[in-house]
């Protein structure tokens, strides 16, 4: 069978089955995107049915991110194995029926047991999303399709609260699960219906090399999931996490470089676009995850919005994303992709500079406005690279590279936020002992000499009102050194651009080994 032409798609569709297919595996996106992020606003009220602590509640959250992590990396041996198709379908009804199963749950057990369930099944969905769409739309099309695809993995985590904090406090928690049961189902037909068979190729797994990858990676989102709550290496728990993390990560590059067959093709990561953009594409994620991690909560606890109200003044930042994501998708292939990324990353670097500017009595514009800046630059970002990490892979090979770009995403998400996270505590502790450090009995005299009489009657509810104050400030100062911290990361990653280079897609095209 003679090679599919560089600038034809690999599986091609009508133009009106196209769109139906774009819009099943964009419906399929949004499902499993969304899930990472709106059970999070739902916890509280999960530990009350389910009689959990906080510390045990978190699980909720561990068990799909670690359970995720671990199935990523064999998406493109599975599609291989038993058909994109198949295994899309596969993954769709597995994480429909979880997600009914956790609105059932009765115990913290189930929960968590249901919710891994979710996490596995939904690690394959967006992978599979993305190659798809590269393989039904020509060359011409890529940008667009990678706009679309985009706007569903960016904008999925920033509507996940929102919607979270709206079904749970107008409705119940449980429904925060059961909202996924109509959109599975829908999905699952048009799939069924329209989404063209792919090719099959029957290759040996490499069982060694993915347990090597299984526990560094499940190990490593322990360690990073649970590190802030046990205070980090001062627990046996975290140091034993961490040396699994690092100790099986080691012997997995061993084993990369020396197995005859691998868990993954070499050549992946020989392909210089492609190795670049997995460096861009986890700083991506350390911005997208970490600065959610950061904003609604000082949205809520420092300016005192509620859940929805910091839910609708994160939203411009979605705005922003699609309109970059739309512009993107129609001057990929026209301009220098580099050229895009580097306008992406520079607006990202404005946009945490302009959130360094933040003040405590501030109104809600310039939150707005630096969010549609950011929103932007992910955008430019975003689309640009996908195309360019793919320019020169060989469409056999784009399932896999896909599942490696969004696990490189989501590891450096949760490395960002665990990063934030911890630093915001160190920087918190540093700023209220500057603070605490400037009042004293000769200070406070100096600026109202009468401060003293006036709060002695008081006594210790005065000096608990003045220290909660100074908490206040110095939580405050705390995030504004975060954002000064990811804006010198997002200027630190500007270099990279200059390893990439643009391709020749089509390279090592393989005709159809079996069909489905």
């Known amino acids: 069978m003679a090679d599919t032409p560089a600038h034809l798609a690999a599986h091609p569709l009508p133009a009106g089955e196209r769109i139906i297919v774009t819009v099943g595996v964009m419906m399929a996106v949004l499902l499993q995107v969304l899930d990472t992020t709106i059970a999070n606003v739902a916890l509280p009220h999960m530990a009350a049915d389910l009689s959990a602590t906080q510390?045990?509640?978190?699980?909720?959250?561990?068990?799909?991110?670690?359970?995720?992590?671990?199935?990523?990396?064999?998406?493109?041996?599975?599609?291989?194995?038993?058909?994109?198709?198949?295994?899309?379908?596969?993954?769709?009804?597995?994480?429909?029926?979880?997600?009914?199963?956790?609105?059932?749950?009765?115990?913290?057990?189930?929960?968590?047991?249901?919710?891994?369930?979710?996490?596995?099944?939904?690690?394959?969905?967006?992978?599979?999303?993305?190659?798809?769409?590269?393989?039904?739309?020509?060359?011409?099309?890529?940008?667009?399709?990678?706009?679309l695809f985009g706007g569903g993995v960016m904008i999925g985590p920033i509507l996940g609260p929102v919607l979270g904090g709206w079904l749970t406090d107008n409705y119940n928690w449980r429904w925060v699960f059961l909202v996924n049961l109509p959109v599975g189902v829908i999905c699952a037909l048009i799939m069924l219906r329209y989404m063209p068979k792919t090719d099959t190729l029957q290759r040996k797994f490499d069982m060694f090399g993915f347990a090597l990858?299984?526990?560094?990676?499940?190990?490593?989102?322990?360690?990073?999931?649970?590190?802030?709550?046990?205070?980090?290496?001062?627990?046996?728990?975290?140091?034993?996490?961490?040396?699994?993390?690092?100790?099986?990560?080691?012997?997995?590059?061993?084993?990369?470089?020396?197995?005859?067959?691998?868990?993954?093709?070499?050549?992946?990561?020989?392909?210089?676009?492609?190795?670049?953009?997995?460096?861009?594409?986890?700083?991506?994620?350390?911005?997208l995850l970490a600065g959610l991690a950061l904003l609604p909560p000082l949205l809520q606890n420092l300016y005192g919005y509620s859940v929805?109200?910091?839910?609708?003044?994160?939203?411009?930042?979605?705005?922003?994303?699609?309109?970059?994501?739309?512009?993107?998708?129609?001057?990929?292939?026209?301009?220098?992709?580099?050229i895009l990324v580097g306008i992406g990353v520079a607006l990202m670097g404005i946009s945490l500079w302009m959130m360094t500017g933040f003040a405590l009595d501030?109104?809600?514009?310039?939150?707005?406005?630096?969010?549609?800046?950011?929103?932007?630059?992910?955008?430019?970002?975003?689309?640009?690279?996908?195309?360019?990490?793919?320019?020169?892979?060989?469409?056999?090979?784009?399932?896999?590279?896909?599942?490696?770009?969004?696990?490189?995403?989501?590891?450096?998400?949760?490395?960002?936020?665990?990063?934030?996270?911890?630093?915001?505590?160190?920087?918190?502790?540093?700023?209220?002992?500057?603070?605490?450090?400037?009042?004293?009995?000769?200070?406070?005299?100096?600026?109202?000499?009468?401060?003293?009489?006036?709060?002695?009657?008081?006594?210790?509810?005065?000096?608990?009102?003045?220290?909660?104050?100074a908490t206040r400030q110095a939580v405050f100062i705390a995030y504004l050194d975060d954002f000064k911290l990811m804006m010198l990361v997002t200027f630190a990653v500007l270099p990279l651009l200059l390893l990439m280079k643009k391709g020749q897609q089509g390279k090592g095209e393989k005709p159809a080994m079996a069909m489905d």
């Not at 993954?264 to 350390?286: C, E, I, Q, S």
């Not at 992910?378 to 056999?396: C, D, K």
């Not at 160190?426 to 603070?435: P, Y």
Request: glycine share 8%.
């Open 55 to 147: 510390d045990q509640i978190n699980w909720v959250l561990t068990s799909y991110i670690v359970a995720s992590a671990i199935a990523l990396p064999i998406s493109g041996w599975l599609a291989d194995k038993v058909g994109r198709k198949r295994l899309l379908l596969i993954s769709v009804v597995g994480f429909t029926i979880a997600s009914v199963l956790c609105a059932s749950a009765v115990s913290l057990s189930e929960m968590v047991i249901f919710r891994a369930l979710q996490g596995v099944s939904g690690a394959f969905i967006v992978p599979l999303a993305q190659a798809t769409l590269f393989d039904i739309n020509p060359r011409e099309k890529h940008g667009q399709a990678m706009a």
């Open 213 to 287: 990858l299984a526990i560094a990676l499940g190990a490593l989102q322990l360690f990073l999931d649970r590190g802030q709550q046990e205070d980090w290496l001062s627990s046996w728990e975290i140091r034993i996490e961490l040396g699994f993390a690092i100790a099986a990560s080691w012997m997995f590059v061993v084993h990369m470089i020396t197995a005859r067959e691998p868990l993954f093709d070499r050549a992946l990561f020989k392909d210089r676009n492609f190795a670049t953009a997995l460096l861009f594409m986890a700083v991506t994620g350390v911005l």
């Open 308 to 338: 929805l109200q910091s839910g609708f003044l994160t939203a411009p930042r979605g705005v922003g994303t699609l309109i970059s994501m739309l512009l993107a998708g129609r001057l990929t292939g026209k301009i220098d992709s580099r």
């Open 362 to 469: 501030q109104p809600s514009r310039p939150v707005i406005m630096s969010g549609i800046v950011q929103g932007l630059g992910l955008g430019l970002i975003f689309v640009p690279l996908q195309s360019l990490a793919f320019e020169t892979l060989a469409p056999m090979m784009r399932t896999t590279a896909a599942a490696l770009l969004n696990l490189s995403r989501n590891i450096g998400g949760s490395i960002g936020i665990a990063v934030v996270s911890a630093q915001l505590v160190r920087m918190t502790q540093v700023a209220h002992a500057d603070i605490a450090s400037t009042i004293t009995e000769q200070t406070i005299p100096t600026a109202d000499p009468t401060l003293l009489q006036t709060i002695a009657p008081g006594g210790s509810t005065a000096i608990a009102m003045i220290n909660a104050e």
